[in-house]
């Protein structure tokens, strides 16, 4: 080969001999070991550049690139224009020489992150040059499957998500964080402690389960991410469209966040040193009624209108039996409810708290308790990173320590993260890498929802502390008279938990993890262009759970006994892939690059759980299972799963200006039958750089401008591991019986656990994919414009089946179509002023999809029932509405006398004056559940964010919108507190906005104490949850940097942050932004409100210092 | 140099290509048994167990809405109990027990979700003992017979509550095209015959199925046709030749200690302490405990009705009030603090009254006096009584996980039960003698045994008498049907006895209207002849299956 000189930035984008100047042009994130040292997961490879066979008449030139701090940027790639061969880079002050040939006069200066410019020479000896930064500027590489590539080049849907805007956010996990950056992902944010976030990207492809792919460093995983630091992100990609995320075939159909990690960069060693501290504040207004005359009102009203009356009056076992309701001094003494000062129950002596002789005096508090007062608290978060980086170009290396503490705003919940990362990569013979990503996190999650991460429903369900606060009466004090806690032991007020109790008694419960994730590699360049790499990737979880059951006398149903679970579990997966690269100019015009690969991946999991009873003491350093004298259980369990796959891509660039890329997965997995094992996901996608054409060439203000389209399929497999199985249990509590009599032994007998279908198929999904992305005016503006549609078939769900089939794990069976219309719209702009000293950056995003279930079980008739929420199913879906639409009857006003309800259809035992009119809608004069009608659906018309930042001189101010417009919620919460929905506590809306005959233009129902239906679904719970929230206002100032020097910092910046300072909303709950119901991993209920953990309002102090 | 690299990388990839077959692929499920693995002897018998395992009503998910005791659907429904509780809890039984009958309400498909897992079960059972090859052909018949003896009595459950319900027998593949078109009577008693014929007459088990008890249920099959002809057959042949009597005490037919006594035809068989959580106790009825500091903690519902505690009362004669008995209220505490004085009622009273239910001032069980209001959740709402038939024993029930599980069995068919039947029929046949000498057997034990005072003495005015004649055929026909109600109360057999005698309507409507008045909550409840017999299809399943299909009951 002729070659002197190459340069060669990533596999993907080698340059050979004869390359063009153009090319050269675009392969601007051509530098050296610096900046690139993110090969590990990608197949880039360590950059060299050499210049080589200088002529005499060359002339040297020396300089230094800075940046507008004029701090020197290492590893910039210095090349002269038109020529292949000519070319250098940057040090590590960012210096540099270049030996010239003779006539040359233009320099192409570029690094990632900045503004690539072009420098005439002249006459110099000397340049300098001042990089301007540029955020979303077109030499950014980005890693797409397993491979990188330079952004202007993409041709699928790709979005960039810039990471220091991420962790301006203190979120625990980074999903959170992703909120409203990017079009076309959805963030749903569980807001306990440590608590998970739901991310959808491109709305709902599947009733199953919708949770996009996660690859950290090239190692896959569904969720977790909590254990993972935000702050040891580089960057981030989400793969939107399937021309982008089906080289991972069988698990992208939901889309790809590609993660990577902090790598080190050769030179000096840098330390840096991040630390944050705020206080959270919660708040929860349900208008609930207080005082505890009131509520006698309301139930004396109820009964009265109901004609539940003893001795001609209503009658209550705390507020008496009059004509009016009468607060009482106390509510319990021992067994006698509603009582007066000087009654001789009350005498304190008489008090017991022993479980044996129980005797508890309660006073009425008669100001009423303001119960979700009582379980909030201020709460601090701190979080502490520790970072250092450096090496040479043999050896590399970044570390990252983080210690993270979240106290919850609900009394004693917490989350805490100590985590280490370690990065390092070693070159040998410059040929041949080897290095590893690994983090090592131990999490705690403390309290009541502690159990909150995937598979648990603690969060926004009725029988957590939000829950109780909003059922228990305000008429219970917290304590008792001797201190001890209060509740419904007292008559007539509900079967609600004292919920400063039930926080108090779980504040021992925890989860502790430990999770080690990450990769080791060795890469290898074969020949000059070809490069191979094999990945092992490691993702091991333990876990520990500890959960505590006590006593609480206090409760109108009281534990048994006191108990305590103690669960262990373990998973681990693997993954090894194995790729090779072929990267190759051929000619001046044509860029060829080839990937093919194999990827194994094998996960499995072992648990198990300990109970006992009967602790004779609760004191937590005596409650372990080995005290515990009754109860004792146990019970394990494991899985395994594998899959294996083949997978190709080939990109081929012509001119630079028509790109094409086509990708081929065929997985392989375990969970499905042998007839059905393997999948094949092609894709293919392609792009036209009109800016490069001659027509648009004289357009100045065009930077950069291409149109791409792509076509491609992807699947799921998320239906377990073992759906293919009918499998038997035996059964302890389920399966077993006294058959031969015994009072304390059974037979063990086996039932039912699954039923398998060995039929289930890959659910694919075919996604079509149209998109703009342009740069304007030298990149001050930028737009990506992503048009999609988005088909999902042979959809695979749990069918609900018949019980006449008995009860046992449904199967997924593959039963319909859906389809996602979609318009993905991200806008930049930044610009300069002030001369310089004011730059700011505008970004806005907008999303909107449009979802239906095309066809259900090949039946127009078929319905998708939700699950049952207190014996009522709120959510269906059925062919051509939307996923989840909700359902029920409609209310057309009120019935104002007894000639309305005359005229209007029959009810019986409802229909009423002061009572709900319901829609007739079959026709049919009468109301029945064949009048049910589709109420609205959760889906939003459209999602968005804007983000605004900016900086002056040494200060800097940003802040970032985030909302959601136009979609419903059920507002469940009203179910409680409107309606008689068990004895509990009740809203001032229906003491006060309840049909009479004064108020005839009420939102409820006449007051009835035997009015049970008027709770059932229907289009009164249905709310618009539309809401738009100041996410994040954060000002800073940056010390300037000489006297910094003196004292031995390089930057220092402190900043005020204030979260969710202000919400726009007119959604009557807690908040409107609620967490899917169940909680399930890919749980798709959504749009239905029982009280979600608080939002919280965070103030916070940080300091940033480098070293 | 360079053509070596190549074929190496391509050795390494052809390599890893076959290292990964279908070996890796193949996984099967970890920590459970197959169809295969279960198909012998071992397996057969435990796939049975499984499906005996349901006949408590636990162990598909829910409990006390599917608790075989049917304190719901035949007591609570009915003139002897209320719901009990305060006015919230639980509040749906309250739309039962003013039949309206919502069919969306959870507790119906709870119902219908555990009789038909049993029934799913005692199939699955039937399958694999097809296939079991190391059974000979008595042990398949015996097997069979049980099976088919289960899946008789859930359907048999099932018919009960809905009348209009699907058969599920182990051919069934397509459970979606399943209507609830057929009466399935006939099916219900092919499976019975065939368990008649091929059950053992003794049990190996004491839980298991007996021929006898294929007999008595095939019995109790025919009396729900109104098939007496049919029914006698049988009762005559368990009287006559069955192993079956009437044990002393009432009482003995709902303690721990004595379980599967003569009395007992088919027991349903209880156990706590074993590992599974009190869902092997009498978990179906663990909200059915005195409140409070009663005994359980626990949450005070199924309070007998006063019209029941009415019924108790005798005349001078110690005969019952057939007709009368409801015009004056045995004396209560309702509204009277535990701390102030109450004396009971000491009006002449049959002594099941005080085995039945738990009132004031008389001894409940070992757990002390009654102390009345301190034990009930909101005597205003639904009165002074509690549960206490088949309540246990304090320390009778060592090693519960909860004291709201026990480890009393429920006697799911006992010989009173029986011989009633057999004096209906009598009655029916105008034999009025047989009936007469049935029913006088039933009081003449009922006095043997009564609740004491810690004196020893009994704890009330108690007078039981035999009947001397019974008049006519109408008054003997409403002396059974009495002697049945005071017999069995509490027992969940009541609802299912009144439509069987097509007298719901006027009973329930007579009782409402007085009990109303002490029950506001039932003001305005009414029992519609012709659509109140029978509970909802539940709207669950309709909408699983189609309306179409699984047609609702009018």
Redesign the interface.
């Known amino acids: 080969m002729k070659k002197t000189n190459y340069l060669r930035n990533s596999l993907h984008q080698s340059i050979g001999t004869g390359v063009l100047s153009a090319l050269l042009l675009f392969q601007l994130p051509g530098n050296v070991s610096a900046k690139n040292h993110w090969a590990g997961t990608s197949n880039l490879t360590v950059s060299t550049l050499v210049t080589t066979s200088k002529k005499s008449a060359d002339l040297t030139i020396t300089g230094r690139v800075t940046d507008d701090t004029g701090e020197g940027i290492p590893g910039v790639s210095i090349v002269l224009r038109n020529s292949t061969t000519v070319g250098t880079s940057t040090d590590i002050d960012g210096s540099f020489s270049l030996v010239l040939p003779d006539g040359a006069h233009t320099l192409i200066v570029s690094s990632i992150g900045f503004v690539t410019q072009e420098v005439a020479v002249g006459n110099r000896n000397v340049v300098n040059v001042t990089l301007l930064s540029d955020v979303k500027a077109l030499s950014e590489v980005v890693v797409t499957g397993y491979s990188s590539q330079s952004k202007r080049d993409i041709t699928g849907a790709v979005s960039t998500v810039d990471t220091k805007e991420l962790t301006k956010v203190s979120a625990p996990n980074v999903a959170q964080q992703l909120q409203g950056r990017v079009s076309g992902v959805t963030v749903t944010s569980n807001n306990t402690p440590g608590g998970e976030a739901t991310v959808r990207i491109r709305g709902f492809g599947t009733i199953n389960n919708n949770d996009p792919l996660y690859i950290i460093d090239g190692v896959p995983t569904k969720g977790g991410l909590n254990n993972i630091n935000p702050n040891n992100i580089e960057s981030m990609q989400v793969l939107k469209d399937a021309s982008s995320a089906s080289i991972y075939g069988s698990r992208a159909a939901n889309g790809v966040i590609i993660i990577t990690t902090k790598k080190g960069k050769a030179g000096t060693p840098q330390f840096t040193f991040n630390s944050r501290v705020g206080l959270q504040t919660g708040k929860v207004n349900l208008d609930l009624i207080k005082d505890p005359q009131q509520f006698g009102d309301l139930l004396w009203t109820q009964r009265k209108n ?5 001795n001609d009056n209503p ?3 705390q507020y008496g ?1 009059g004509p009016s309701a009468v607060v009482p001094d106390y509510i319990l003494a ?3 409810y509603g009582l007066f000062e000087g009654d ?2 009350t005498n304190p002596d008489l008090y017991n708290y022993n479980r044996n002789g ?1 005797y508890q005096i309660v006073k009425a508090n008669k100001q009423g308790t303001d119960w979700h007062q009582e379980i909030l608290r201020p709460a601090a978060i701190h979080e502490y990173n520790i970072g250092a980086t450096g090496g040479t170009e043999s050896g590399r290396y970044a570390l990252g320590l983080n210690y993270f503490k979240q106290d919850g705003v609900l009394d004693h919940t917490s989350f805490n993260r100590y985590s280490l990362r370690s990065n390092t990569e070693f070159t040998f013979k410059k040929r041949i890498r080897i290095g590893e990503n690994l983090e090592v996190s131990y999490t705690q999650n403390k309290g009541y929802y502690s159990n909150n991460g995937t598979g648990s429903s603690a969060n926004n369900q009725d029988g957590n502390p939000i829950g109780n606060g909003y059922r228990i009466p305000s008429i219970i004090p917290v304590y008792d008279i001797m201190g001890n806690f209060a509740a419904t ?1 007292a ?2 007020l ?2 609600a938990t004292n919920p400063v109790a039930q926080l108090y008694r779980s504040r021992n419960n925890a989860v502790n993890t430990i999770r080690t994730f990450g990769n080791a590699y060795i890469e290898a360049d ?2 000059e262009n ?1 490069v ?1 790499k094999s990945s092992i990737g490691i993702d091991f979880t333990n876990a520990n759970r500890f959960s505590y059951t006590l006593m609480d006398l206090e409760e ?3 534990e ?2 006191n108990a305590l679970t103690n669960a262990n579990a373990y998973d681990v997966n693997w993954t090894w892939s ?1 790729t ?1 690269n072929y990267s190759k100019y051929l000619g001046d015009n044509h860029r060829i690059n080839v990937l ?1 690969g ?1 990827e ?1 991946i ?1 996960g499995m999991g072992r648990d198990f759980s300990a109970v006992r ?1 009967t602790f004779f003491s609760e004191d937590p350093l005596y409650m372990f299972l080995n005290s515990g004298t ?4 146990n019970s ?9 796959s ?1 997978f190709a891509k080939l990109n081929y660039s012509l001119l630079d200006r028509y790109l094409f890329e086509a990708t081929v997965r065929k997985d ?4 499905f039958g042998q007839n059905n ?1 393997y999948g094949t996901f092609p894709a293919f996608s392609a792009g036209w750089r009109l800016s490069e054409e001659n027509f648009l060439k004289s357009a100045s203000w065009i930077t950069d401008l291409k149109v791409r389209a792509g076509w491609g399929q992807t699947g799921n497999q998320e239906i377990g ?2 759906n293919g ?6 059964s ?23 039923f398998g279908n060995p039929d289930a198929k890959w659910e694919t999904t075919t996604q079509t994919n149209i998109g703009i992305d342009g740069i304007f005016f030298k990149g001050k503006v930028g737009v990506n414009l992503d048009l999609y549609n988005r088909t999902t078939s042979d959809m695979l769900y749990q069918v ?8 046992a794990t449904i199967p997924f069976v593959n039963i319909g179509e859906m389809n996602n219309k979609g318009i993905d719209l991200a806008l930049s702009y930044n610009n300069t002023a002030l001369a310089g000293e004011l730059s700011y950056s505008i970004g806005a995003n907008i999303s909107h999809y449009k979802n239906k279930v095309v066809k259900l079980n090949n039946s127009p ?1 078929a ?1 998708l ?1 939700g699950p ?1 929420i207190r ?3 709120w959510t269906r879906s059925v062919a051509n509405m939307p996923l989840y639409s909700f359902y029920g009857l409609e209310i057309d006003g009120i019935y104002q006398n007894q000639a309305e309800v005359d005229a209007g259809p029959k009810y019986p ?1 409802y229909a009423a004056v002061g009572k709900y009119r319901y829609k007739d809608t079959d026709g049919d004069g009468t109301i029945t ?2 009048d049910r009608t589709f109420l609205g659906d959760p889906h939003p018309d459209f999602t968005y964010g804007f983000n605004f930042d900016a900086s002056y001189k040494n200060f800097d101010l940003s802040f970032f919108l985030q909302g959601v417009q136009g979609n419903k919620m059920i507002n469940m919460v009203r179910r409680w507190i409107d309606f ?5 506590n009740r809203s001032l809306r229906m003491l006060n906005d309840s049909w009479t005959p004064e108020n005839p233009n009420a939102s409820l129902p006449i007051l009835d ?2 009015d ?1 239906r008027s709770q ?1 679904p229907s289009s009164y719970f249905v709310e618009d949850a539309s809401y738009l929230r100041l996410k994040n206002i954060t000002i800073g100032y940056t010390f300037p940097s000489s006297p910094l020097a003196k004292i031995g910092l390089s930057t220092a910046r402190i900043y005020v942050q204030g979260q969710n300072l202000f919400t726009i909303t007119k959604y009557s709950g807690i908040d409107p932004e609620v967490t899917s119901v169940g909680s399930t991993p890919g749980s798709t209920v959504l749009g239905v409100d029982q009280g979600n953990y608080p939002r919280t309002k965070l103030f916070q102090l940080g300091v940033n210092f480098g070293f | 140099m ?1 053509k070596r ?2 074929i190496a ?1 391509a050795l ?2 052809a390599g ?2 076959t290292s ?1 077959g279908e070996d ?12 295969n ?2 198909a012998n002897k071992t ?1 057969v018998n ?8 349901l ?1 408590d009503g636990v ?3 829910p409990s006390n809405t599917s608790s075989v005791s049917n304190w719901i659907y035949g007591s609570v429904a009915s003139d002897d109990a209320y719901k009990g509780s ?4 639980l ?2 039984i ?2 039962i027990e ?1 039949y ?1 009958n919502q ?4 507790a119906f ?1 709870d119902k ?2 555990a009789l ?2 049993g ?3 005692s ?2 059972a039937i399958r694999i003992i097809a296939k079991a090859a190391d059974m000979n052909e008595s042990e398949k018949l015996q097997a069979y017979g049980e099976a088919r003896f289960l899946r008789a009595w859930y359907h048999f459950e099932a018919k009960k509550m809905w009348n209009m319900v ?1 058969y ?1 027998d182990e051919a ?1 593949t397509d ?2 095209n ?1 209507p609830n078109d057929k009466d399935i009577w006939p099916n219900i008693e092919n499976d019975l015959l065939y368990a008649v014929e091929n059950l053992a007459a003794t049990k190996a ?4 199925a007996s021929k006898w008890s294929a007999k008595a249920l095939l019995a109790k099959v025919h009396m729900y046709q109104q098939d007496n002809a049919a029914a006698k057959i049988l009762l005559d042949d368990i009287i006559a030749n069955g192993p079956f009597k009437l044990v002393d005490s009432f009482h003995d037919n709902f303690r ?1 200690a004595t ?2 006594n003569a009395e007992s035809v088919f027991e349903v ?9 009190g ?2 106790g009498s978990w179906g009825d663990s909200y059915n405990f005195p ?3 009663g005994p359980g ?3 005070g519902f199924f309070q007998p009705s006063q019209n029941l505690v009415n019924a108790f009362k005798t005349d001078a004669a110690g005969l019952p009030l057939l007709n009368t008995f409801n015009d004056s209220d045995v004396k209560n505490d309702e509204g009277i ?3 102030d004085p109450f004396t009971p009622y000491d009006g002449t009273l049959d002594p099941r009254l005080d085995w039945t239910v738990g009132r004031r001032g008389i001894p409940f069980l070992n757990w002390g006096n009654h ?1 009345g ?3 009930i ?2 005597q ?1 709402y639904a009165g002074p009584y509690t549960f206490k038939k088949f309540f246990a024993y304090s320390g009778e029930n ?2 519960a ?4 599980a026990n ?1 009393n ?1 429920y006697r799911a068919i006992r010989y009173a039960d029986l011989l009633l039947m057999r004096a209906e029929i009598a009655v029916e046949e105008n034999n009025l003698a047989l009936a007469l000498d049935i029913v006088n057997q039933i009081r003449k034990r009922a006095g043997n045994v009564v609740v004491t005072a810690s004196d020893g003495k009994p704890a009330a005015n108690y007078l039981v008498k035999t009947y001397p004649s019974f008049a006519n055929q109408e008054y003997a026909r409403a002396a059974v049907r009495f002697e049945r109600r005071i017999e069995l109360a509490m027992e969940g057999h009541r609802y299912f006895d009144l439509v069987r005698w097509g007298v719901a309507d006027e009973v329930l409507n007579a009782y409402l209207k007085k009990e109303m008045v002490k029950r ?2 039932l ?2 409840a009414v029992f519609t002849k012709g659509k109140s017999e029978y509970f909802p299809i539940p ?3 309709i ?5 179409n299909i ?1 047609k609702q009951n009018p």
């Open positions: 109901a004609g539940v009356l003893s009658s209550h076992p039996n021992g067994s006698e001789p129950a129980f032991r008559s007539g509900g079967p074969i020949l070809l191979a109108a149903e009281i048994a006994n194995n090779l093919a194999t194994a094998k009873t009754a109860g004792i259980n394990g369990s494991g899985y395994e799963w594998a899959l294996f083949l392989g997995s375990s969970r094992r591991n073992y199985f009918s499998t038997y249990r035996s302890l509590s389920q399966s077993s019986y006294a058959i031969n009599g015994s009072n304390n032994s059974v037979q063990a007998g086996f039932d039912t656990e699954a609900a089946l018949p019980a006449t089939q008995g009860v008739t319905v029932l049952a014996s009522y199913t035992g559940d064949a008689n929905n068990q004895a509990g104490a035997n049970s059932q | 360079k690299i190549n990388a390494l990839f890893l290509l990964c890796f692929l193949s996984k099967t499920p970890l920590g459970v048994a197959n169809e693995l279960l397996g435990a796939v049975l167990i499984g499906a005996y395992s006949l162990g598909s998910g305060d006015v919230g809890d509040a749906f309250t739309t003013r309206i069919p969306d309400i959870a498909n219908w979700v038909y897992d029934v799913s079960r199939n699955d699907p599920v069934v459970f979606i399943l088990d004491v839980g298991r721990i379980e599967n068989q209880m156990s706590v302490g074993d590992g599974g959580n869902n092997n409140y409070g500091s903690g626990c949450c603090a535990s701390a102390p209001k301190i034990w959740r909101d205003n060592a090693g996980e909860s004291p709201r480890a069995n506001t909550y003001n305005g709207q669950t399943q909408d699983i299956m189609g309306a699984l």
